[in-house]
């Protein structure tokens, strides 16, 4: 199920760290109220401005907990303009944080994102659900690597993890992005 949070409800210019905490508030209960494999579209379509106190408070916060207080469920942003898409990615790299962007049908990482991250996450979005080993092959990537960096995705929020079997009936998990 998606849900959807149009910023410019609360402005077109979003200053301060009060203002941010009291969308992060609303974001969290959204959150809370979701089930693993929901997503959260924060819609920036005419939001002009924000500054870093806000973004380190609505965006920084909420995707540091993401992965461990609300697991499995995603929030994407989308409608970025140019100028809010670089402000938001220079903000996330400050706070070594990634989101995950939707545009015109597409999905990628913004912020902070090694290239080897952004590889993995790009093979997951084109394979749909694939277990490490596959990807681990497919990337030729050795299966700890693999690992080390689905692990990295998934804590970040970012990728959900879950329980599948492989073709001989043994337990493994898979991995998913937006499923």
Do not use: C
């Amino acid at each position: 199920m998606e849900r959807r949070l149009k910023l410019a409800n609360y402005g077109s210019t979003l200053w301060s760290r009060e203002k941010g905490r009291k969308i992060r508030a609303r974001v969290a209960s959204v959150l809370e109220e979701s089930n693993p494999g929901d997503v959260l579209a924060v819609d920036m379509d005419a939001v002009e401005a924000f500054d870093f106190s806000f973004a380190d408070e609505l965006f920084g916060k909420t995707l540091v907990k993401l992965g461990v207080e609300f697991p499995g469920r995603f929030l994407v942003v989308e409608n970025l303009s140019d100028y809010i898409r670089e402000n938001l990615s220079k903000s996330l790299e400050g706070l070594n944080l990634a989101v995950i962007e939707r545009r015109k049908g597409t999905v990628r990482l913004l912020g902070k994102v090694h290239p080897a991250d952004e590889e993995t996450f790009a093979e997951l979005v084109l394979a749909g659900a694939v277990s490490a080993g596959a990807l681990s092959k497919t990337l030729e990537v050795n299966l700890t690597a693999m690992n080390e960096r689905l692990a990295k995705l998934t804590g970040l929020g970012l990728v959900r993890r879950e329980k599948g079997s492989s073709a001989s009936g043994r337990e493994q998990y898979v991995y998913r992005v937006l499923a």
